[in-house]
Nanobody, 117 residues
Framework: VQLQASGGGLVQAGGSLRLSCAASGRIFRINDMGWYRQAPGKQRELVAVITSGGSTNYADSVKGRFTISRDNAKNTVYLQMNSLKPEDTAVYYC????????????WGQGTLVTVSS
């Protein structure tokens, strides 16, 4: 299973970006999908996660500004980011929990989001 993330870029504070992450390969079932981010000098942190049934959970720092969604038919997860702040600057990684006879977590390659003040 491979994950391909896209949609990062440079945006001014207050602006919006939409990230996408598509899973491909030999897929049996994908359970949770999520977005994480890692800012320079900091640990990777959870941004948002969505279950296969559509339940969501967000980091407190992005609640009300970011929205995670997914298209199960396309094995794709999205992150709509509004009202971006300079502190949102980071490399954003997508993650998928793949379920076959065992459970495996796969990570995308990361996409850089830079928010200028």
């Amino acid at each position: 299973v491979q994950l391909q993330a896209s949609g990062g870029g440079l945006v001014q504070a207050g602006g919006s970006l939409r990230l996408s992450c598509a899973a491909s390969g030999r897929i049996f079932r994908i359970n949770d999908m999520g977005w994480y981010r890692q800012a320079p000098g900091k640990q990777r942190e959870l941004v948002a996660v969505i279950t296969s049934g559509g339940s969501t959970n967000y980091a407190d720092s992005v609640k009300g500004r970011f929205t995670i969604s997914r298209d199960n038919a396309k094995n794709t997860v999205y992150l709509q980011m509004n009202s971006l702040k300079p502190e949102d600057t980071a490399v954003y990684y997508c993650k998928a929990e793949h379920q076959s006879s065992y459970r495996t977590a796969y990570w995308g390659q990361g996409t850089l989001v830079t928010v200028s003040s």
